[in-house]
């Protein structure tokens, strides 16, 4: 709805989307003295004549990268319940990747994304604990690589990250320290909030490069994140109409905890269809902004989902979801536009991935991927562009999980644990072929064990591997909800632990990192009481009503988890 957009290129009406947290009103400052910043780098001497337009033929790149969508979540891709006019149009006017790849998860999707380069290779196939990377973890992505954005800005792009980041939340670690001139949005996932029932989690963030400009507090604040990624990017957009830039938006959407606009729940049966409605919605507010500026046939865009679906998503015809390797985990519904370069209407199965765009985006923009490191994505301008001949450049494609390989794809064949797939005949992975193939399955396994024996496990790295990003004495960026002090470690428990418990100390701290103490239900707990440490099995269930809530044993107190917190102690 027109009259509802809050483009931050245009006065005060940026208030519409503020309004919805009373935190997020430092963020309007914040915007207004980024958007004053912008005009005086692009024009220091506040001159009114027009900066002069790249004139190389350099396409400028806008890379959409939304959350946990399902491979049938879209209407170009099989959805009959989802209504997706926007992405509809950009399949028509460009090109279906039907055999597209990602990671089967949040931060290594993002990672291989950045870097061209399969997570387990630079560290970041699993967390410092976690398969993902939480708030205050000591891992992230090394500064040393050499991401997409490096690139494009060492070639003249102005750079742009808007929306969910996932790859580290340490300084080092942040967009403008991985090649982003500038970052809007959250640093890790939506769901690492204090309302998450699973974990004892901080407040979660909302950012301006390393600032806290806002927090996202309540259900209403996560309904405005696509709304705000997609408007930042359109500031941005437009700020940089007469130079080559690349703008990133990985969306938040439809990664749980789900909630969209008023206007897209009304008319939805379910949270799902209203934010991939609202994704479609955003879809359409870029082409909009680039055919206004007449980018259209200068920009390149892709659409793709990060991973798989989980509940309430589509992944038809796929099997498995999110998390596993399974096709329905890493194939990802992606479509490309580029006007008058890739053919309209176009579909291709050839085997591509999110690592290709590295040196996809580097041979476009006239330059190079770095020369002194293994990357493992491919230029694949040979299939957007419908050349005569092309194929997938993967001789083999390895599907890792958790810092391990469990299944390997060389043309039309998959071995999945030892099972042997034909995807072309069977893409839902119905089928075990491998009594009947046995030497296609031998040919797999040494693609397996050639791999493994580069790359290693997530307990062995290979010789292959890079290392992955480390930082000691790492803190969350805003503090857990009831906990005081900084590095201060709880005292001795006044009642003898459980003979089994864990022997190390427990920080009283709301900065700790989020580390395998602060989940709720983990096998060890700790009554912030009494200080009595046993297994969850010694700590009763609070009661009817009170979810996720424990009593000890010893001083049967409630434990304050922050969501109970008002009830608690």
Not at 542 to 554: K, L, N, Q, W
């Amino acid at each position: 709805m027109k009259n509802e957009s809050t483009d931050f290129s245009k006065g005060l009406t940026r208030r519409k989307f503020l309004k919805y947290s009373a935190l997020f009103s430092a963020a309007a400052a914040s915007l207004a003295s980024w958007e004053a910043q912008q005009v005086l780098a692009t024009n220091p001497d506040n001159k009114t004549d027009k900066i002069k337009t790249d004139e190389s033929g350099r396409p400028n790149f806008i890379y959409i990268f939304v959350d946990d969508g399902g491979y049938a979540d879209i209407e170009p891709f099989g959805s009959k319940i989802n209504r997706t006019p926007n992405l509809n149009r950009m399949a028509a006017e460009g090109m279906k990747l039907t055999s597209h790849y990602s990671a089967p998860v949040c931060s290594p999707a993002r990672a291989q994304l950045m870097t061209g380069s399969y997570a387990q290779r630079i560290g970041l196939s699993y967390g410092s604990y976690a398969s993902v990377l939480r708030p205050g973890d000591r891992h992230g992505l090394n500064p040393q690589e050499e991401t997409l954005a490096k690139i494009l800005k060492k070639a003249g792009y102005a750079t742009g990250c808007f929306g969910k980041w996932h790859l580290g939340d340490q300084p080092q670690f942040l967009p403008t320290n991985q090649g982003f001139d500038d970052f809007w949005g959250i640093p890790y996932s939506n769901n690492q909030w204090p309302l998450e029932p699973n974990w004892d989690y901080p407040r979660l963030p909302f950012m301006h490069n390393d600032k806290v400009v806002g927090e996202v507090a309540t259900m209403q604040d996560q309904a405005q994140l696509c709304r705000l990624a997609v408007e930042t990017a359109i500031s941005f957009i437009k700020q940089n109409k007469h130079r080559p830039f690349f703008a990133y938006i990985p969306h938040v959407f439809t990664h749980t905890p789900c909630m969209a606009r008023p206007e897209f729940m009304a008319r939805a049966k379910d949270v799902t269809q209203a934010q991939v409605e609202e994704l479609d919605w955003a879809v359409g507010q870029i082409f909009e902004v680039l055919r206004e500026l007449n980018l259209d046939r200068k920009t390149v865009v892709f659409w793709v989902s990060d991973n798989g679906g989980e509940k309430g998503n589509n992944n038809d015809p796929l099997r498995g979801q999110k998390g596993s390797t399974w096709e329905g985990g890493t194939r990802v519904p992606a479509i490309a536009w580029w006007p008058a370069h890739i053919p309209a209407g176009s579909v291709s199965d050839e085997v591509t991935t999110t690592m290709d765009m590295l040196p996809t985006f580097a041979s476009l923009a006239g330059t190079q991927p770095p020369n002194d490191r293994v990357i493992d994505g491919h230029d694949i301008r040979s299939i957007l562009l419908c050349k005569s001949g092309a194929v997938s450049p993967y001789e083999a494609y390895f599907y890792y999980r958790d810092g391990e390989l469990e299944a390997v794809r060389c043309g039309d064949w998959k071995l999945r644990k030892g099972e042997l797939y034909n995807l072309a005949k069977d893409i839902g992975e119905t089928t075990n072929l491998a009594q009947s193939n046995p030497d296609m399955v031998k040919k797999l396994q040494a693609y397996m064990t050639k791999a493994v024996a580069e790359l290693g496990n997530r307990n062995n790295p290979g010789p292959g591997t890079r290392p992955v990003g480390k930082i000691e004495n790492a803190r969350t960026i805003l503090p857990r909800p009831g906990l005081k002090g900084d590095i201060v470690n709880m005292p001795s428990a006044p009642w003898p632990a459980h003979p089994d418990a864990p022997k190390r100390p427990v920080p009283d701290d709301a900065y700790a990192p989020t580390g395998p103490e602060f989940r709720v239900g983990n096998s060890w707990m700790i009554c912030p009481v009494c200080l009595y440490q046993g297994t969850s099995k010694d700590f009763k269930e609070a009661g009817p009503g009170v979810r996720a809530g424990f009593c000890c044993p010893v001083c049967t107190r409630l434990r304050p988890l922050p969501q109970f917190c008002n009830n608690a102690l």
